[in-house]
């Protein structure tokens, strides 16, 4: 006699759980380990907020791009060595992430408060977290217990990371890729209601949208019009940037979605929101209930941190975010 379905299913069911429960993030995984750590995060996230308000942007960016390509395991926070080229190196993180230094000094002063203990990728998730609240955002509590990673490799970032030029169904794809809903890509999108973009990474839809056309007919003219004003054409300042919602670029406020609305979007990816009736539905949802779609963008941020995590005895806690252990 074989096996029982239900036998089957408790065993599944049993796996599941163990399995589970050995990769399990917890809320206030350091408070009896280190009880400072998120305190100490916190308070050179606000430094660095007080210095330049732009750096929360760049910490939230590096904590999608580190958990995106091999999972949140600070990948991205590596240096390049003679051997090795990083992620940080490679297109689209190379000419653009920012906030680097903020981890560096959190974790200076974690090492010396709890020696080996803080995680870089915990620490990215928490300054993006301490981002979201400074730039206005609602606050939420971050599992934790990652374990930082050992391998970051600049050809694996292209890959992972969707590129602004990304209809509705690339993007929808790369997310669904980690895990994550539409609804989730929808939600986490509202992310670039602060920060900055680089010219180079939209004037495709100012100057060379395609064959026949020169200017993304989806792009407001108006808008188009201020934008060639910041992003000359044929300029080879490739520092130039603009804000991505520039109503209020450093408010964490549902007014990205507002500017989706009226065809403001930034980027393709962005704008390709209202391609499909299911997304444009909650692109309208999120631009009249701001605090629905803060709390939303919560819940999806906390679910794309646990992607692909180590935890356990697995990876290790680095004791230089730029560094594996030796
Ligand atoms: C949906 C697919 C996405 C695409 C195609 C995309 C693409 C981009 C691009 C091209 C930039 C500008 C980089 C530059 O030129 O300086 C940018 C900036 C930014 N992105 Fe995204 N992104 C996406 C999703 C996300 C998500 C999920 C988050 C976080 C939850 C996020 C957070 C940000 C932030 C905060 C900035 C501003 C960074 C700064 O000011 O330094 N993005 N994104
Ligand atoms: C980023 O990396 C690409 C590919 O290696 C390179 O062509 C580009 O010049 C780099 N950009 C910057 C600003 O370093
Ligand atoms: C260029 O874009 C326009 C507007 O979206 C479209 O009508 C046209 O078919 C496109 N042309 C080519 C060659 O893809
Ligand atoms: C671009 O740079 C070159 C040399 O660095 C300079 O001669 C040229 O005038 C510049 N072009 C523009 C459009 O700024």
């Known amino acids: 006699m074989g096996l029982s379905v239900g036998m089957l299913l408790a065993l599944a069911v049993g796996l599941c759980l163990s399995v589970g429960l050995e990769a399990q993030l917890q809320i206030g995984f350091y408070k009896s380990k280190c009880s400072t750590a998120e305190s100490i995060v916190r308070d050179e996230v606000i430094k660095a907020f007080n210095r330049d308000k732009g750096l929360a942007a760049g910490l939230l960016r590096m904590h999608f791009h580190d958990c995106f390509v091999r999972g949140c395991e600070a990948s991205v926070l590596i240096d390049s060595t003679p051997s090795n080229t990083a992620e940080k190196d490679a297109p689209p993180n190379n000419r653009s992430l ?57 050809s694996e970032v292209l890959a992972n990371i969707p590129a602004p030029f990304f209809n ?70 490739t ?34 929101l209202l391609t499909s009736s299911a997304t444009a539905s909650q692109v309208t949802q999120n631009s009249n209930n701001g605090y629905q779609w803060k709390s939303k963008f919560n819940a999806a941020v906390v679910e794309m941190g646990k992607i692909s995590v180590f935890t356990g005895t697995d990876g290790e806690i680095r004791l230089n975010c730029r560094v594996i252990n030796p």
């Not at 230094?101 to 709890?114: F, G, M, N, P």
């Open 98 to 154: 920012r906030g680097f230094d903020v981890i560096d000094s959190a974790k200076a002063r974690l090492e010396t408060r709890c020696e080996g203990v803080v995680s870089c990728a915990d620490i990215l998730a928490f300054a993006a977290r301490d981002s979201v609240l400074l730039s206005e955002g609602l606050w939420y509590e971050v599992p934790s217990g990652r374990r930082d990673g050992r391998i970051s490799l600049a």
């Open 239 to 272: 520092s130039l940037v603009v804000p991505m919602n520039p109503s209020s670029p450093t408010v964490f406020d549902s007014a990205y979605y507002t500017d989706v609305l009226a065809n403001r979007g930034l980027f393709t990816s962005d704008q390709s």
């Open 168 to 237: 509705l169904d690339q993007v929808t794809q790369f997310f669904a890729n980690k895990g994550l809903t539409q609804e989730q890509m929808v939600t986490l999108s509202g992310a670039h209601t602060i920060g900055r973009s680089h010219c180079t990474s939209f004037s495709n839809r100012l100057y060379n949208f395609n064959s026949t056309t020169s200017q993304d007919p989806t792009l407001d003219p108006t808008y188009a019009a201020e934008l060639k004003k910041d992003c000359p054409q044929g300029s080879n300042d």
